[in-house]
């Protein structure tokens, strides 16, 4: 399985996967928060970022300020909405059309449903179900083929903790960032902080997953 490294030199923002440097990172949940932070930091990078968002307008408000911190990043805004399957169908042709070959896909986007009520999609899947697993499967499944014409294929799924009793609008436990990124640098077999993900059939040639908490990303 595949390991996402932290390169020594954060201040030159160099990021990298064993075998070479990252070119187009696809990142959902890109509009705000972790998904917004993970794509600003491999523009700056200088890598070309697809930027996704729940709307065009939240990608685009997103990827301008990506820019006016970096005039030179490249950022490219897009949309789907997660809730919607049938939107995951039509949003993930297009990428693979346009962009031909993906280095990595970011999961990252995900919803916390707090409504007394049960919210169900159109689709009649709950929402909370649709957009944190059932959408995410579907859309790397359809951007298979332009990860699989990448050498350096990965898709990384970002976890949460908002589960949790009392987790939520508590800082993530960044102290633990260190051992987290030194137990993936030392490729640590067993699931630790960060859990490698071994479900399920084992992944196409040349493409690895990966499943980690917010606190690798923060380390970044």
């Known amino acids: 399985m595949a390991c996402f490294l932290a390169v020594p030199g954060a201040g030159q923002g160099t990021l990298r996967w064993r075998g070479g440097a990252m070119k187009t990172p696809v990142v959902t949940g890109g509009g705000r928060g972790l998904g917004r932070v993970t794509a600003g930091k491999f523009a700056r990078a200088g890598h070309r970022v697809v930027l996704v968002a729940r709307t065009q307008a939240a990608a685009e408000v997103a990827a301008a300020e990506i820019r006016a911190g970096n005039a ?39 919803v916390l449903q707090t409504s007394p009520s049960r919210r169900v999609t159109a689709e009649g899947f709950e929402e909370t179900l649709a957009v944190n697993a059932l959408a995410p499967f579907l859309l790397t499944r359809l951007l298979l083929p332009a990860l699989e014409r990448s050498d350096v294929g990965r898709v990384v799924n970002v976890s949460s903790r908002l589960h949790l009793p009392g987790s939520r609008g508590k800082p993530v436990g960044f102290a633990l960032q260190a051992q987290c990124v030194a137990g993936h640098r030392a490729a640590s077999s067993g699931p630790s902080l960060c859990q490698r993900h071994h479900d399920g059939p084992p992944a196409p040639p040349r493409l690895g997953t990966l499943t980690v908490r917010p606190l690798l990303l923060s380390a970044l």
Do not use: C, K, M, W
């Open 72 to 110: 030179v990043a490249s950022v490219e805004p897009r949309a789907v909405d997660l809730a919607s399957l049938a939107s995951v169908r039509a949003f993930a042709p297009v990428i693979v059309d346009d962009l031909g070959r993906i280095e990595v896909l970011f999961n990252i986007a995900g």
